[in-house]
């Protein structure tokens, strides 16, 4: 079974500053899902990678499979940004996500 | 845009009761989940349907639940008889893809208080 870490468990920093979330898995893995989850609950997807990398806006997510190793960017962070942030991982067709416990994220202003 | 919609967004029960949550995938989507969250905790997977049947359970998946989709929209999740270690967020997600990396959407939850 996949563990799946992320670091830092809590980050606050200061609105504009370049945010970085770390992922680690222990196997080999299809896909790496990185999401968003509201104070409210809901959990929103924000990437889904298998290789190289993926930019939306001011997110940014990596992944290096010889490492094991993903990570989530976020440039001139925003307090809107606050959130979790979840890093999972998935084999891919019917598979379920396997979940790391998520960053929590504050960017003040 | 499509979305995943659950219903209800908050459900108090009895210790013992059967609930049944119930969550409308996207429309043309292929798979469908079921996740929980326990106050505090990580999301956990509970269980995938494809082509009307389980695809995959996790070991939480125990005789006490079962899924189904009755009418080719909803999909819903049962809870036959209550514990109060079953009260968590229950997150729906649907994903398009036959095959492949599947990109998974969640419905907003359902909060089930047991009491």
């Known amino acids: 079974k996949n563990e799946v870490e992320q670091s830092p468990q809590n980050l606050t920093a200061q609105e504009g500053e370049f945010i970085t979330i770390n992922c680690s898995y222990s196997v080999g893995i299809s896909a790496l899902h990185w999401l968003q989850q509201h104070p409210g609950g809901g959990i929103v997807s924000l990437f889904m990678l298998s290789s190289g990398k993926k930019k939306h806006g001011r997110l940014i997510a990596t992944i290096n499979i010889q490492e094991k190793h993903s990570s989530l960017h976020i440039t001139a962070s925003h307090p809107r940004d606050s959130a979790v942030y979840i890093c999972a991982e998935s084999g891919g067709g019917a598979d379920g996500l396997t979940f790391g416990k998520g960053t929590h994220l504050i960017i003040q202003p | 845009e499509p979305e995943v919609t659950q219903t209800p967004s908050h459900q108090v029960t009895q210790m013992g009761q059967e609930v049944i949550l119930r969550c409308v995938p996207i429309s043309n989507h292929l798979y469908f989940y079921w996740y929980r969250q326990i106050l505090g905790q990580k999301v956990e997977f509970l269980v995938s349907f494809y082509n009307n049947e389980i695809s995959e359970k996790s070991e939480i998946f125990d005789d006490q639940f079962s899924v189904e989709r009755p009418d080719g929209s909803n999909f819903t999740l049962k809870i036959r008889s209550t514990k109060l270690e079953d009260s968590a967020m229950y997150f729906c997600?649907?994903?398009?893809?036959?095959?492949?990396?599947?990109?998974?959407?969640f419905g907003p939850g359902t909060r089930l208080t047991v009491l």
């Open positions: 997600a649907s994903g398009g893809l036959a095959g492949g990396y599947n990109e998974q959407f």
